[in-house]
């Protein structure tokens, strides 16, 4: 599952703490003293409780929020989040958060991947309509460009994001829950297209998920982000052959909830001990 060369950096952070500034008093700090790697072609599913700061930590490795302390590279070169238009030829961002672009062709939205590559009237660029064509060939979405994107079912519009996202062209793709509002069908499709494209385009990816069970047949690598800031991280089946899962998910819980996460847990290692 992994490609060749995973072993240079294409995204390496320092001594990282996260959290929210607070001008005039202490910031909220949510996790610190990340030293977190991701190789080329890597695919890093990022799992937690609620609350632990996932998306926080997606965030600010991506520079949409500044860093409490610490520093992020990418490719060698320091993000920073006053920097956005660099930052976007370096690493693409798929939120979470439903976006109204109701008025945009799949192929508009697309083509706003390339405005880091072009001036302000959109000029710059000779390959942007062939970039986009096999974007939206790579998730299957050929033959969709003149729809529009509100006429989408859920699952086609995600796969219409992530194809903005790769036709950003950049070696690192950073996804905050890309499953969320799926089906289970879709939520399948979208993990395994992440797992294809990874494979085929040697492109390295970072997802956070609630989807225990696909990150775990999906990633090549685990962050587990546990409430109180500690973050565990690993091989899916080593982690899964300890009690790391359990430590992350048990910690607030209500002692009922305890038992049902025991339980959860337990039947996900069966399943995985069968395959």
């Given at each position: ?197 990874a494979d085929e385009t040697g492109k390295s990816i970072l997802f956070s998920s609630h ?36 430590d992350t998910f048990r910690i607030g819980a209500s002692e009922a909830d305890q038992d ?16």
């Open positions: 599952m992994m490609q060749s060369g995973q072993h240079i950096a294409i995204l390496e952070s320092n001594d990282l703490s996260i959290g929210y500034p607070h001008p005039g008093r202490t910031p909220l700090v949510l996790s610190s003293h990340l030293n977190l790697n991701i190789g080329r072609g890597q695919v890093i599913g990022l799992l937690g409780p609620n609350g632990s700061g996932k998306s926080t930590l997606l965030r600010t490795l991506a520079g949409l929020q500044p860093t409490i302390a610490g520093s992020i590279k990418i490719l060698g070169q320091p993000i920073k989040s006053n920097q956005v238009r660099q930052t976007a030829r370096m690493l693409s961002v798929v939120l979470t958060d439903r976006i109204d672009v109701r008025n945009l062709t799949v192929y508009q939205l697309v083509a706003m991947g390339r405005y880091p590559f072009t001036d302000w009237l959109g000029r710059g660029e000779d390959q942007g309509p062939e970039r986009i064509m096999t974007a939206l060939g790579q998730v299957r979405l050929a033959g969709y460009g003149n729809r529009y994107f509100n006429e989408l079912s859920d699952g086609e519009q995600q796969r219409a994001l992530l194809a903005k996202a790769l036709v950003q062209d950049t070696a690192l793709i950073i996804l905050d829950e890309p499953t969320a509002h799926l089906d289970l069908p879709n939520r399948i499709s979208i993990m395994r297209l992440l797992r294809t494209l989807d225990l069970d696909l990150a775990v047949h999906t990633a090549d690598h685990l962050w587990l982000l546990q409430n109180g800031g500690a973050l565990i991280e690993g091989k899916p089946g080593d982690l899964m052959a300890g009690e790391a899962f359990e049902i996460i025991t339980g959860y847990f337990r039947s996900l290692k069966n399943r995985s001990a069968g395959e």
